[in-house]
């Protein structure tokens, strides 16, 4: 399983990789607003490769369930500095820029991005495929119900599983037959996009139907609210769920998961890296 970027290539046929999350956005759910400052968000960025992540995700735009969305021009103030100061201090870091405009990723392209994660699946702005082919970038195509203002507003679904799969594969399809390079494609089923938790189950405890795609799964459940609904501790704030997303790591990996998006960086990647020593141990 071989991912190729605009400029380099993941081997993901072994060992997963570890995706750092960087929300540089006043509002995300996960930290507050921690990181939202130029400085703190550079800060956080040598903080996340010191504890191992091999790709930094950099968001302007919060999608927590209700985030009014962000103006162009905020969002591209928010990133493109932050980017081009990962890419300058750490080129040995794979950049991912976390949006569905296409005007930031052809600027997050261009200040050192190799990958351009879209959780709207590239249907939000119509040049996105164009700005992805040209550049030659690896793309992230996610599965979303509604939009992250209202999608949590009343998700529904006769079979979320199969639902997901056709969509994920007929993005997969459109992509190629427009001319995009299908080793460029990974694959997100989007726990908690418009999902409910029965719906995040079931994609949990289904994730390797994902593999018949035939590309790589990258996951993003780190620190979500599922979590803390299933551990029965509805109240727990974000920061504190490092535990019970170092635990859906281990098992979203040996379901077939090649890419996983987190927010505590060492703590996932020691579990992930136990846990492939176990399955891979004859």
């Not at 164009?130 to 550049?135: F, N, R, T, Y």
Request: aromatic share 6%; hydrophobic share 45%; proline share 5%.
């Amino acid at each position: 399983m071989i991912w190729h970027l605009r400029t380099r290539n993941l081997d993901l046929s072994r060992a997963a990789k570890v995706m750092g999350v960087l929300n540089v956005t006043p509002d995300s759910f996960s930290d507050g607003g921690k990181f939202f400052s130029f400085e703190a968000a550079v800060e956080h960025a040598r903080e996340l490769v010191a504890d191992g992540a091999e790709i930094i995700d950099v968001g302007g735009e919060s999608t927590r369930p209700g985030a009014d969305p962000v103006p162009l021009d905020e969002e591209l103030r928010r990133t493109i500095p932050v980017i081009e100061r990962i890419h300058a201090e750490c080129p040995g870091i794979i950049i991912s820029i976390d949006t569905y405009k296409a005007e930031v990723a052809r600027q997050a392209i261009a200040a050192g991005a190799e990958i351009i994660n879209d959780v709207t699946g590239l249907r939000a702005d119509p040049g996105m495929a164009d700005v992805a082919q040209e550049a030659g970038a690896g793309v992230i195509v996610m599965h979303l119900q509604g939009t992250p203002k209202t999608m949590q507003v009343a998700p529904h679904y006769s079979d979320v599983v199969q639902e997901v799969f056709q969509f994920l594969e007929a993005r997969r399809h459109w992509l190629s037959d427009r001319g995009f390079d299908a080793r460029k494609i990974a694959l997100d089923p989007g726990f908690g996009f418009g999902k409910r938790l029965c719906d995040n189950l079931a994609l949990v405890r289904n994730l390797d139907v994902f593999q018949a795609l035939a590309r790589p799964v990258v996951v993003g459940i780190s620190r979500k609210s599922s979590l803390a609904e299933l551990t029965g501790e509805r109240k727990l704030p974000a920061a504190e769920r490092i535990w019970p997303t170092v635990a859906m790591t281990c098992l979203l990996r040996k379901k077939g998961a090649h890419v996983l998006r987190v927010h505590d960086v060492r703590a996932n990647i020691e579990a992930l890296r136990m846990t492939e020593a176990i399955l891979e141990r004859c």
